[in-house]
């Protein structure tokens, strides 16, 4: 039987609902909610899977820091050795704040500046994964001017059928991410041309909360028979990313353990001397975490009976923006009859609802848990309606580590001056 909860470190204690060694409910009382918790072990566990199925493979596991980048989520992957798969400056900057090694850093995204480019290269970061003809052209002019060669891989678009896999989104030729699998050949010659590159690899990330490997091997096939074709050209590739992508549990999804989704590709990739790079967020952090917040209001109606929580669509957007699905539990067990409630916040938004038709056994006060909020949870919060973002806590055994003070209103419009 599988795990009653998608959080693999959640647990109940005595009718209660514990992370680790930590009851919620102390949480909640210590740091006031709403709370993101994550738990460490958690964390470990989804990192060391990933270390594991690769066994003695040369590979490097970079952490996709967009997903959560909490300075304490950084450092628990830091200390594991992971690299880190960044989208802008303040990405590499938190990532070195919180002691990860920048040379395992890669840098994703279509739209890097110049000053991205500079700090990037004086930090010495493993790889630029180039998304275009014109960035490959700024940044061989950036890199010149700095003195500095940079490492570069085109990140290219296998261009995966979607018909097969209708839940691709990314890997296709009409998004902006990438280039067409088609030009890369072109592109790399002309990368080698320019003096202030140095070629070191290829890169792909077709889509997330992908659930089955089929697509992943696909690329991957398409990725070796490129640099097979640049290698009789001359033009030698070192490591091959297949960008992030596995999906995690979040209702009754089934996807696949790291091992089951890594075999086929490993089996793909068996007798090649390229480093294999992976850049996973969700499947390290999502579910290693959750949002631990309060009932403030219970309001029943003749349709709909509402829970009125402190936490809303500026705390976790993916349900207002997505249509998601989060489980949510109550943290302490009740005997009262169940019912079924709309979980909603405070926004003045009728969209601002974080589940729907919820069977609870609640009271007004009572905790609830909204689990498998650890990946693009608090990345996508905002001040929406002036409220200060959640605090964020990371459980360790039965310690635990406060990892973000929760915003004052202060700190809110400390920036902002009214006209003299
Ligand atoms: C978002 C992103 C990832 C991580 O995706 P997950 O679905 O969270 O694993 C990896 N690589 C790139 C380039 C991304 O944009």
């Given at each position: 039987m599988s795990h009653p909860y998608p959080t693999p470190t959640l647990h109940a204690v005595n009718g209660a609902l514990a992370l680790e060694d930590v009851a919620l409910q102390d949480i909640a009382t210590r740091y006031g909610t709403p709370a993101y918790v994550y738990s460490r072990a958690?964390?470990?566990?989804a990192f060391e899977a990933y270390r594991q199925a690769l066994g003695g493979?040369?590979?490097?596991?970079?952490?996709a820091v967009k997903a959560n980048s909490n300075l304490g989520v950084?450092?628990?992957?830091a200390r594991l050795g992971a690299g880190f798969d960044i989208v802008s400056g303040g990405e590499l900057a938190r990532v070195i704040a919180a002691g990860g090694d920048a040379g395992k850093v890669v840098f994703s995204g279509v739209g890097k500046s110049?000053?991205?480019m500079r700090q990037?290269?004086?930090?010495?970061i493993r790889c630029f994964n180039v998304e275009?003809?014109?960035?490959l052209e700024r940044l061989n002019e950036v890199a010149g001017d700095a003195g500095r060669t940079a490492p570069i891989a085109l990140r290219v678009n296998p261009d995966v059928d979607p018909k097969t896999h209708p839940y691709i989104s990314t890997g296709l030729k009409s998004n902006k991410f990438g280039v067409a699998f088609d030009d890369a050949p072109a592109l790399y010659r002309r990368a080698a041309q320019l003096p202030h590159l140095r070629i070191h690899g290829v890169a792909c990330h077709i889509g997330s909360q992908l659930l089955d490997a089929a697509p992943m091997v696909e690329a991957a096939q398409k990725l070796l028979a490129l640099v097979d074709q640049l290698a009789a050209e001359g033009i030698a590739l070192d490591h091959i990313d297949l960008g992030g992508g596995l999906g995690i549990r979040y209702r009754d999804e089934t996807p696949p353990a790291v091992a089951e989704y890594l075999a086929p590709l490993l089996a793909a990739f068996e007798g090649r001397k390229e480093e294999l790079c992976f850049e996973p967020g969700r499947s390290l952090v999502g579910n290693a975490g959750l949002l631990l917040t309060r009932i403030e209001y219970l309001k029943p109606g003749e349709e709909k009976n509402f829970a009125i929580v402190d936490a809303a669509m500026n705390d976790l957007a993916r349900p207002a923006l997505y249509d998601a699905y989060h489980e949510v539990v109550a943290v302490h067990e009740r005997t009262l009859p169940p019912q079924r409630y709309e979980i909603v916040g405070p926004i003045c938004e009728s969209?601002?609802?974080?589940?729907?038709?919820?069977?609870?056994?609640?009271?007004e006060g009572d905790l609830l848990a909204i689990l498998s909020a650890g990946a693009y949870g608090m990345t996508m919060s905002s001040n929406y309606n002036t409220r200060g973002r959640a605090a964020e806590v990371m459980v360790d055994g039965d310690r635990v580590h406060l990892v973000r003070e929760r915003e004052t209103v202060e700190n809110l419009f400390a920036a902002e001056q009214p006209l003299p």
């Open positions: 958690a964390l470990t566990a493979r040369r590979s490097l596991v970079c952490y950084l450092s628990v992957f110049r000053a991205e990037a290269l004086a930090a010495g275009s003809a014109a960035e969209g601002d609802f974080l589940a729907h038709d919820r069977s609870l056994a609640v009271a």
